[in-house]
């Protein structure tokens, strides 16, 4: 449901024509968010190779933490205004792959997406900007407000909203039909065999008035001598002043620094300790920061396996069978990578809600390690599509997960330093464990990265823009591997 929502909201944007209206993501957000809203700016990813900052909407407004005032100043509202979207797309395709016999799968997908919305620009108005500077903070601070503080990080407040004027429905319409045919020599002759999927889905999601589905911030400063705020565009002010987050900084700038000259230590020593021929090499080419190359990614998908291995196997078990629910509803994840990522002691319901039970139950090392390898999947996941959801599913189901690794490593590894276009050919060892099924349901998750496969062939064009992905990919069949063999 979010993705088809997501869609939808960064077209509302695109037709609107502002460059710094955010689009909304995920239908819960859209009802959280309001004029005067306070966000959190926060990192939304723990993986340096899909690492994105995202707007979080925190459990308060601009009006509850300050003082109550009868002045009142309208907003500038522009609308109604209607937008109709719609996309069908339809695709025909066929593999072949030669690998001691033959194999093939052929087949047609079609997708209906779309849905028609009436919205207006609520903008503040300069007078009731005014107003609010003018008031004061609470004495004393809420306490959520000085769990902001102690968190660190600044804040923003929403000033300007696409709302919904009426209520909409948007549709998602699907369908999938592969045939596979499969020949194999055995050693008293050949054998063969053939079977088909047919998947058809119907989504619709209803959006209520009053939905936001863009908005534009600016920085909440506190202004902590005479308790007032300041709304700016400003970005090389925090927003808290007081002594006690500069000093918090400057320690955390030195743990920083302190792991910068580690990492430096580090590659000097590999960098001096080689032979004069490999410094050639390293020095007659072009090559990425040693801390993005596929090695790097290994490391950092390895230590959360690492981390999720410390649970126990019944948890894993759990936590397995809880997120192959979720992959069936895209907002359940959001909820759920949204909660952890806030610390929240809130109330989850469904699978989402299971793991976060679990989770709180203790507040141990090796749990908090665990659960920072858990968010660290949720946000894999995250960045592929509901399509590779569902495809995800079915291979967890299907147990082929280690395979997929093997092949999306087998495709990352040789070409993960290289910017431009280079063709290449899957290995056809790799492929050869997948039967006609699990093919498909491989080559769909590898399209969704933005591969295009060749017709009767196992080749294909590596691009950048599929670099990400494809880590995220790797990292999330990587993970739920480990969850599987528990």
């Known amino acids: 449901m ?13 037709e609107v024509g502002s460059n710094d209206l955010t689009p909304v993501k995920c239908p819960i957000r859209a009802t959280k968010l309001r004029q005067f809203a306070v966000l959190q700016k926060m ?83 300069a007078p009731h900007l005014e107003v609010f500077q003018k008031r004061k903070l609470l004495h004393p601070e809420p306490e959520y407000l000085k769990d902001c503080r102690r968190r660190g990080g600044n804040l923003y407040v929403v000033t300007d909203a696409v709302e919904l004027i009426s209520d909409a429905v948007l549709r998602d319409n699907s369908s999938m039909d592969l045939f596979g045919k499969i020949s194999l020599w055995i050693t008293y002759g050949k054998g063969q065999g053939q079977g088909k999927i047919f998947r058809k889905k119907e989504k619709a999601l209803t959006l209520k008035k009053g939905m936001v589905m863009a908005y534009k911030t600016k920085q909440l400063i506190f202004e902590e001598k005479d308790r007032t705020i300041l709304i700016t565009d400003d970005d090389e002010r925090s927003t808290f002043q007081d002594v006690y987050r500069i000093s918090e900084r400057l320690g955390y700038c030195g743990a920083s620094l302190l792991l910068v000259v580690q990492s430096f230590t580090t590659m000097s020593s590999t960098f001096f300790n080689a032979s004069s021929n490999d410094i050639k090499l390293k020095l007659g080419r072009i090559e990425e920061p040693f801390w993005q190359n596929f090695k790097h990614l290994q490391v950092e998908v390895s230590e959360n396996i690492e981390a999720l291995a410390q649970l126990s196997k019944d948890v894993q078990g759990v936590v397995f069978y809880s997120i192959l629910a979720m992959l069936r509803d895209g907002e359940d994840l959001q909820d759920l990578m949204y909660m952890l990522k806030l610390d929240s002691s809130g109330h989850l319901d469904g699978p989402g809600g299971t793991i976060l039970k679990i989770l709180q139950q203790d507040s141990n090392h090796a749990l908090s390690k665990s659960k920072e390898a858990i968010l ?10 509901d399509i590779q959801h569902d495809l995800l599913a079915y291979s967890m189901e299907k147990r082929i997960l280690l395979q997929q690794q093997e092949l999306v490593r087998s495709i990352l590894e040789p070409n993960f330093i290289y910017p431009w276009s280079i063709p290449f050919t899957l290995k056809p060892e790799l492929l050869a464990p997948l039967q006609s099924e699990d093919l498909a349901i491989t080559y769909g998750l590898l399209e969704g990265c933005g591969l295009r496969m060749e017709l009767d062939s ?25 969850l599987a063999e528990a």
């Open 376 to 385: 660290y999947l949720l946000e894999a996941i995250m960045v592929l599509s």
């Open 43 to 125: 990192n939304n990813s723990r993986s340096v190779f899909w690492e994105k900052y995202d707007y979080v909407p925190l459990q308060f407004s601009l009006s509850d933490i300050l003082e109550s005032s009868s002045s009142v100043s309208d907003n500038d509202v522009n609308g109604p205004l209607y937008f109709c979207d719609t996309m069908i797309q339809k695709y025909e395709a066929g593999i072949g792959v030669n690998v001691g016999g033959e194999l093939s799968v052929s087949g047609e997908a079609s997708a209906d997406q779309g849905g028609s919305l009436g919205y207006q620009i609520v903008t503040i108005s």
């Open 2 to 14: 979010s993705c088809m929502f997501q869609r939808i909201s960064k077209s509302l944007v695109k």
């Open 458 to 482: 196992p080749r294909s064009t590596w691009d950048l823009a599929v670099k990400m992905p494809l880590s995220a990919l790797y990292g999330t069949l990587s993970l739920l591997q480990q």
